[in-house]
């Protein structure tokens, strides 16, 4: 069966500090991914996907950056922080079929003081 | 356009039935999703439905579709004290270069009290 990790689970980092946030998934190949960041406990902002190894697009601009170095391997970056950054960062897969329903994993709570 | 909405808070006694509601926009989406969020985790699928079905049914869910009037809804029967958590519509706004681009409803917050 089809597993997705995500770390850490939560990270307090300083203003101007750089950010990796980490997601593999487990159990299947060549897998859409999907970064989202949730606001305020509800909405679901769609911030990066990844169809393919090194294939990242971006749906908002912002301070943030995505990295696929393999396969099943999601990375979200910053280099320096900003206090709108804070929020609730949720990984995601989907298999190839764009109709399948997303997974997501546990989430990462990132406070930036 | 793209705007899911829903209700943001309902509270229901344990043992009766709960119906989420949930709206939506665009009437070329495939497919129609529903997943739950409990305190500081991830979401959890729950259920979903494809545009050319008006119900599916999987144990104690139920989910309804009207398809003319762009109305989701989802149905817990014997609601439960586990069942308290927010929950989300989703619709499938079609290809995403390969991928599934969904947009999420505002969430419903759902109280179960004893």
């Known amino acids: 069966s089809q597993t997705i990790h995500q770390w850490p689970a939560t990270l307090v980092q300083p203003v101007g500090s750089p950010l990796s946030l980490e997601c593999t998934v487990e159990g299947t190949s060549n897998p859409n991914l999907y970064w989202y960041r949730q606001a305020a406990g509800r909405g679901l902002q769609l911030l990066f996907y990844?169809?393919?190894?090194?294939?990242i697009s971006s749906e908002v601009p912002q301070n943030l950056s995505a990295s696929r170095p393999q396969d099943r391997q999601f990375i979200l970056s910053s280099k320096k922080l900003l206090l709108s950054d804070s929020g609730f960062y949720l990984c995601a897969w989907s298999p190839g079929d764009y109709n399948s329903p997303l997974h997501f994993g546990n989430g990462t709570r990132l406070t930036v003081t | 356009g793209e705007d899911v909405e829903q209700s943001l808070f309902l509270s229901v006694r344990e043992g009766d039935s709960s119906v989420i509601n949930c709206t939506y926009t665009d009437s070329s989406s495939t497919y129609l999703y529903w997943y739950k969020q409990e305190p500081g985790a991830g979401l959890q699928l729950l259920t979903y439905i494809f545009s050319n079905m008006d119900m599916k049914q999987d144990q104690r869910l139920t989910v309804l579709l009207n398809k003319k009037d762009k109305h989701l809804s989802l149905r817990i029967a014997d609601t439960q004290t586990g069942d308290s958590a927010i929950y989300f519509c989703?619709?499938?706004?079609?290809?995403?270069?390969?991928?599934?681009?969904?947009?999420f409803g505002t969430g419903t917050q759902l109280k179960v009290e004893l």
């Open positions: 989703a619709e499938s706004m079609g290809p995403l270069g390969g991928g599934n681009k969904l947009t």
């Open positions: 990844s169809v393919g190894i090194g294939q």
